[in-house]
């Protein structure tokens, strides 16, 4: 199973994304557990999870949020600015398994 957490300003927006993500993950048999939160409960959240996917509004401070996604053993991904729209769950789903994916070729 793959831990995701989707990280945005409130965690308003990552919320809905996280149902979204589920539901495609549901329809394709993809064991995944997605959740959301804000940034200001990352730090408390960031060791149980493998994949940070950060919400495109968030771009100035990916840096910084890839550095604790890194240095607590998960892989990180900017979400594109459309990730919000229509489809944007199977985009975000298959972002997931290709860092999944890149991160297992590389060990």
């Given at each position: 199973?793959?831990?995701?957490?989707?990280?945005?300003?409130?965690?308003?927006?990552?919320?809905?994304?996280?149902?979204?993500?589920?539901?495609?993950?549901?329809?394709?048999?993809?064991?995944?557990?997605?959740?959301?939160?804000?940034?200001?409960?990352?730090?408390?959240?960031?060791?149980?999870?493998?994949?940070?996917?950060?919400?495109?509004?968030?771009?100035?401070?990916?840096?910084?949020?890839?550095?604790?996604?890194?240095?607590?053993?998960?892989?990180?991904?900017?979400?594109?600015?459309?990730?919000f729209g229509s489809g944007g769950e199977e985009i975000a789903l298959d972002l997931v398994?290709?860092?999944?994916?890149?991160?297992?070729?590389?060990?």
């Amino acid at each position: 199973m793959h831990r995701v957490l989707i990280v945005c300003g409130a965690g308003a927006s990552s919320t809905f994304l996280a149902h979204r993500i589920r539901a495609a993950a549901r329809r394709r048999d993809i064991d995944v557990s997605v959740s959301a939160s804000s940034t200001a409960g990352l730090a408390e959240r960031i060791g149980a999870i493998d994949v940070l996917l950060v919400g495109p509004h968030l771009a100035t401070r990916f840096d910084e949020l890839s550095h604790l996604a890194d240095a607590a053993g998960a892989v990180s991904a900017l979400l594109p600015d459309t990730i919000f729209g229509s489809g944007g769950e199977e985009i975000a789903l298959d972002l997931v398994l290709n860092r999944v994916a890149d991160t297992a070729s590389s060990s």
